[in-house]
């Protein structure tokens, strides 16, 4: 489907005229990647997707491909020029070192190339994969302890987040929810503070924050943001959790309220996607690549109960289903 909708209206705020531009969407079969990252146990594979990320874009329409780790420039051409969009996930490896920093930072690169010249293609990070955006748009490493582990909090926004990209289309029933209950659950232990937000001119020139939230310190850290530029987005808290991890002994809002927070990002996530160009040449080679191929795991106990595994350095098919 190529045909295009776009729409450009104008909004009166405080007097000043603004113009937003309007989605153009491109496609509604949209394809996102998410980068696998190492795994600390071999056991079962060496890198791993958590299943929840692949379930919070799914239930937006969209459809999930693994991002093998340690592979070649073209492969990361090839598959970035058939993608809508990537998702860095959050994890525990090193945003500057790791296998999962090196591919992140090829995709990035290649998105704000494409970005620049005029495609749409959007990036989001949740917790570490945010973490890791502002190391790769800014060159430093700029996180500092930030305790906020198995906390669900409401978020503090800043004004004028409802100018913004991410939270423009909020109800004001949903700003309610964001503001007044614990739906976004935090699981860090590092953060980038609004202080070191402050002091940094690189971070500030890239990404605007749109909320911010308290440690168990009382410092308060950047939990929401996106890119001036790009199509680039950043949430501390993880969207993805609280929809699909179910341990009891997580502190994540099951309620009717969290459900529509995380559908929310999704859908606006996955609305991105839905303005990028880039397609497969036919279902069936999206098909190859698609998660569906992949075994998942299940356990009882843990953060995630559902992970996919692979042994991404095997040559590629050695681990597909059939
Ligand atoms: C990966 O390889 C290991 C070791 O050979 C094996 O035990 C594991 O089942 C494999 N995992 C997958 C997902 O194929
Ligand atoms: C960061 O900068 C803003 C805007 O100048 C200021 O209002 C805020 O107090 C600063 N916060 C910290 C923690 O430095
Ligand atoms: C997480 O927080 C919840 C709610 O505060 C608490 O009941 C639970 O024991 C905590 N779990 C862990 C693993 O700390």
């Known amino acids: 489907m190529h045909g295009s909708v776009a729409w450009w209206f104008v909004v009166l705020c405080g007097g000043a005229a603004l113009v937003v531009e309007g989605a153009t969407v491109c496609t509604d079969r949209p394809v996102i990647g998410i980068i696998a990252q190492a795994s600390s146990s071999k056991r079962h594979g060496d890198t791993f997707i958590p299943a929840n990320y692949i379930k919070y874009l799914e239930q937006a329409g969209a459809r999930v491909v693994p991002i093998r780790v340690r592979q070649t420039q073209q492969y990361y051409e090839q598959l970035f020029s058939k993608i809508n969009g990537v998702l860095f996930p959050g994890g525990h490896v090193s945003i500057v070192s790791s296998d999962y920093s090196k591919t992140a930072r090829i995709i990035?690169?290649?998105?704000?190339?494409?970005?620049?010249?005029?495609?749409?293609?959007?990036?989001?990070?949740?917790?570490?994969?945010?973490q890791l955006m502002t190391y790769l748009s800014t060159g430093h490493r700029l996180l500092h302890s930030s305790e906020a582990y198995n906390v669900s909090l409401p978020l503090i926004l800043q004004t004028?987040?409802?100018t913004s990209r991410m939270l423009g289309g909020l109800t004001s029933q949903l700003t309610t929810i964001l503001t007044s209950e614990n739906v976004t659950p935090n699981f860090h232990h590092y953060g980038v503070s609004v202080e070191t937000y402050n002091k940094s001119a690189s971070l500030r020139?890239?990404?605007?924050?749109?909320?911010?939230?308290?440690?168990?310190?009382?410092?308060?850290?950047?939990s929401t943001a996106e890119a001036y530029k790009y199509p680039f987005y950043g949430?501390?808290?993880h969207p993805e959790k609280i929809n699909f991890e179910w341990n009891p002994s997580l502190a994540i809002n099951h309620g009717a309220n969290g459900v529509l927070v995380s559908q929310y990002f999704a859908n606006f996530f996955v609305n991105e996607a839905r303005r990028s160009c880039h397609q497969f040449p036919?279902?069936?080679?999206?098909?190859?690549?698609?998660?569906?191929?992949?075994?998942?795991?299940?356990?009882?106990?843990?953060?995630?109960?559902?992970i996919?595994?692979?042994?991404?350095?095997?040559?590629?098919g050695s681990h597909l289903v059939g």
């Open 108 to 130: 990035y690169d290649l998105a704000v190339k494409a970005n620049s010249e005029g495609e749409v293609f959007p990036l989001w990070g949740s917790c570490e994969g945010f």
């Open 160 to 162: 004028g987040y409802e």
């Open 205 to 222: 020139h890239f990404f605007r924050v749109l909320s911010t939230n308290r440690d168990n310190k009382g410092k308060l850290f950047v």
């Open 235 to 237: 949430t501390q808290w």
């Open 282 to 306: 036919s279902d069936r080679e999206a098909g190859h690549l698609l998660i569906e191929k992949f075994f998942m795991n299940y356990w009882d106990g843990g953060s995630f109960k559902q």
């Open 308 to 316: 996919y595994y692979f042994n991404f350095t095997q040559p590629e």
